[in-house]
């Protein structure tokens, strides 16, 4: 069995500051992982994906997400918010489900209010 | 363009009525899923297909049915065994379930849903 933990169903930013959206993991084999964005009332967008190569993956409009073994986190992170980037963030683990086939797990979100 | 269309952005249904929404993709992917989303929740998967011809029950799957006729189209029926289907309905496609372990979901701008 898999699972995806939002730590935060809320964050709040001032514009030009740092973001940090919280993920952590549980999957019984080595996983990927993704970030997808999603507006209001839109469906969702891929931001990064890891995929078992480099633990640094940088992903579209400036973000990036480290993926720890250790901490079984693949926390989201930008350096400075736009205000662009109020949405809802899904962090998504896709592991395998046995007899060939893989299984997504979608974290309940995390709502990034970015304040003027 | 390629990518993934859904039909109506908006329905409004009438309790005990059945209501077909559309989702159509033109990206040539083998997969394709229709998720659920409420408030807080998350993304719930209610079915997929992995070819034509063939489909398999997700997590919420009661309440719903589906049909695969053509590689490009997945309809999704809300019938009125569905108790609560007041929802935001999302449709999703990939090259494949099984062959990509890293593979991403493609999604579509989604159907809300609202039982009156």
């Known amino acids: 069995a898999q699972s995806v933990t939002q730590l935060d169903s809320h964050v709040s930013v001032s514009e030009g500051t740092p973001v940090l959206l919280r993920c952590n993991y549980s999957s019984s084999y080595s996983p990927s992982l993704f970030w997808y964005v999603q507006h209001p009332n839109k469906g969702l967008q891929l931001l990064l994906k890891?995929?078992?190569?480099?633990?640094l993956v940088k992903g579209i409009n400036g973000f990036e997400a480290e993926f720890k073994k250790s901490e079984t986190s693949f926390h989201l992170t930008k350096p400075s918010a736009h205000m662009s980037d109020a949405a809802e963030y899904f962090c998504?683990?896709?592991?395998?489900?046995?007899?060939?086939?893989?299984?997504?797990?979608f974290g309940k979100g995390t709502k990034l209010s970015v304040i003027p | 363009d390629g990518g993934i269309t859904q039909s109506p952005k908006y329905l409004f249904r009438k309790e005990g009525q059945n209501v077909t929404l559309s989702c159509e993709q033109n990206l040539n992917h083998d997969a394709m899923y229709w998720y659920r989303q409420d408030p807080g929740q998350g993304l719930r998967l209610i079915y997929y297909s992995q070819i034509v011809n063939d489909f398999q029950k997700g997590d919420i799957a009661e309440g719903y049915s589906v049909s695969r006729e053509k590689k490009e189209s997945f309809p999704l029926t809300v019938t009125s065994a569905q108790k609560n289907p007041t929802a935001f309905y999302l449709c999703?496609?990939?090259?494949?379930?099984?062959?990509?372990?890293?593979?991403?979901?493609?999604f579509g701008p989604g159907t809300r849903l609202t039982v009156l």
């Open positions: 890891y995929t078992s190569a480099a633990t």
């Open positions: 998504v683990v896709r592991g395998y489900s046995g007899a060939g086939s893989y299984q997504l797990t």
């Open positions: 999703a496609s990939s090259i494949s379930i099984r062959d990509y372990p890293t593979d991403t979901q493609y």
